[in-house]
């Protein structure tokens, strides 16, 4: 007889199975800013939620709608309520995320945005990646294992056939709480052998992971780190251009995931 702990971890397992055979019905896009998700929240016909499902006094917006067979929900972590920027990074990131997911209970995650490129590794202006792995570049925690939880390198969700059918680009991605770029975060994110860099992604797979709920990240290259441009610069020049590449990108994607399930993509 196989103890309970055996049995539980059947359990969840063949759980897991059923779920990755079941149509994908909710998706919730964890996006940092106001002008990364508005021009897809217009592509989708979304409305803002007048009744937060977060919170009260938490800045976080949603935005929702079904497009085709899907529920679609667009999270923006809103504005700092001191500042009034922007609440970029990852603190809001991993916050939002398990919110999201706690109240909305969706079958996938896609966390998509801008992001900064290495020209090293083959990255151009333009470029939209799915990210096979995160990690973080700027945890920085000289002690043995606490510098391996500091990285958090994890797989994000496998989807060979959406990378087949929409030829996207794929690399690392290195996630830290600073546009430009160190010394110390350059050589992590060496280490991470990234070929992107943003200030979310490895945030929103953590809280994703605990969660159990898969995740994808679709990056569009607004800057190359390595390039001859001040990344400030080159960011702010390309970001509304990009911003329209990868709402095109993140159109084919949900596309082609509407009427499938997890194990298809």
């Given amino acids: 007889m196989a103890p309970p702990e055996d049995d539980t971890k059947v359990t969840e397992e063949a759980m897991a199975a059923e779920e990755e055979e079941k149509p994908i019905s909710t998706i919730v896009f964890v996006i940092a800013m106001q002008s990364e998700a508005l021009p897809l929240v217009n592509r989708f016909q979304l409305t803002e939620d007048p009744d937060s499902v977060f919170p009260k006094g938490f800045p976080w917006v949603r935005y929702h709608g079904i497009y085709k067979d899907l529920h679609i929900n667009i999270i923006w972590p809103g504005k700092d309520p001191v500042w009034g920027v922007n609440s970029v990074g990852t603190v809001s990131a991993s916050l939002v995320t398990y919110a999201s997911i706690q109240a909305l209970k969706p079958d996938l995650i896609v966390n998509a945005g801008t992001c900064g490129g290495f020209k090293a590794k083959g990255a151009c202006i333009g470029d939209v990646f799915l990210a096979s792995e995160v ?131």
């Fill in 135 to 265: 990690a973080f570049h700027d945890r920085r925690i000289p002690i043995p294992v606490f510098d391996q939880y500091g990285i958090g390198a994890q797989q994000t969700f496998s989807t060979p056939n959406l990378l087949q059918k929409l030829i996207l680009k794929t690399g690392k991605l290195s996630t830290g709480d600073s546009l430009d770029m160190s010394p110390q975060d350059e050589a992590s994110i060496i280490a991470n052998d990234a070929t992107v860099k943003d200030m979310e992604g490895a945030a929103v797979a953590y809280a994703a992971d605990l969660s159990t709920v898969p995740a994808i990240f679709v990056k569009a290259v607004t800057d190359l780190v390595d390039g001859d441009k001040p990344t400030t610069e080159e960011f702010l020049e390309n970001l509304a251009a990009v911003t329209a590449t990868l709402d095109q990108s993140v159109m084919n994607i949900i596309d082609f995931i509407s009427g499938k399930c997890l194990s298809e993509l």
